[in-house]
């Protein structure tokens, strides 16, 4: 089984550099589908802006975007455990909390303090989250 190893990763290392030199061909009558240059280029900036454009579109919606909603893509993260709607499943129900219970509890996680059983699995997510997330999840929270 052992002999097979050499011969078995030489075949799979020799696919892998001929399919990306196919990919990356300009065969002729055959549509490039993994680059857009020139016209298509063009076309995609006249429909939706160069990166500048969207990257100065996206910070004035953040910037116009009221706590809650910012809180909506911050819960992203939290809806595996605790529901799209805040029901609870793996963790508890958050539904009915109000924001100032949300930023005490999450505020105490980032700092790695025990408030119950499940404590140490909300750790890791309040660590990655800022001050500002935290507020905005408490105001999309008590929404719910």
Known sequence: MKQLYIPGLSVLATVALISLAWMN???PNQERVHACIGECYEDYVAANGNIL?????AAEAAASASPAELGR???AGCQACHGATGGGG???????RDQAFIVEALTAYKNRETRGDQSA???PSAAALSA???ENLGAFIESL
């Open 90 to 96: 793996v963790g508890p129900q958050l539904a009915g």
């Open 73 to 75: 893509t911050a819960y």
């Open 25 to 27: 061909l300009d065969l």
């Open 121 to 123: 699995m909300m750790w």
């Open 132 to 134: 500002a997330d935290i």
């Open 53 to 57: 454009d969207q990257q100065r579109a």
